[in-house]
């Protein structure tokens, strides 16, 4: 199984069209936050559903630095996963999403019931935690939210696109499920995985 998109080149930047947030003169402010493109091809004979998962894998570990002035966040700083797409169910004739079909901008508090193909289901993305607590942000943030990297970052963030085949019709995950709810539903379930992954950064110092 492969997959590629029309949106970015595999390992190169992600243009801030695709992203959630943007360089604005000497600050930074919110991106269009669309969807990218995808499509995919030789999906294994048996496969009965499609998940979709889209994973930063650069997170900063220490949230208190991020954006905060006169500080920069060292490149050797340990990281985490930050969840920015977790979608289910995507039926096995299904290839391609088209770019701008799930998501076409930023919606305070989270997008309550997101585009997305027939059928699919669509769970929570990590800017749910990180805005908790924001009284205009705050809320359950459901489907495709794009990169916002802290503008101090020193290092280029990669965002991976993850396709998995898998042998259910329907993945064993509730109403507001998220990418770690279905890696456990996974489990046992999946026939292939294909990935692309597009790179990004804030940092006026540092190039993607």
Known sequence: MKIRSDSFENGKPIPAEFAAGQREGDGVGFAPNRNPHLAWNDVPEGTRSLALLCIDTDAPTVPGMAGKPGVEIPVDQPRADFV?????????????????????GVVARGKSDPHGPDGARQGLNDYTGWFAGDADLEGRWHGYDGPFPPPNDLRVHRYFFRLFALDVARLSVSDGFTA???FAAMHGHV??????HGTYTLNPTVEA
């Open 180 to 182: 770690a709810d279905v």
């Open 191 to 196: 026939l292939a995985e294909a990935s692309i």
């Open 84 to 104: 920015h797409w977790a979608m289910v169910d995507l039926p096995p004739g299904l290839d391609a999403i088209a770019a701008g079909s799930c998501s076409d």
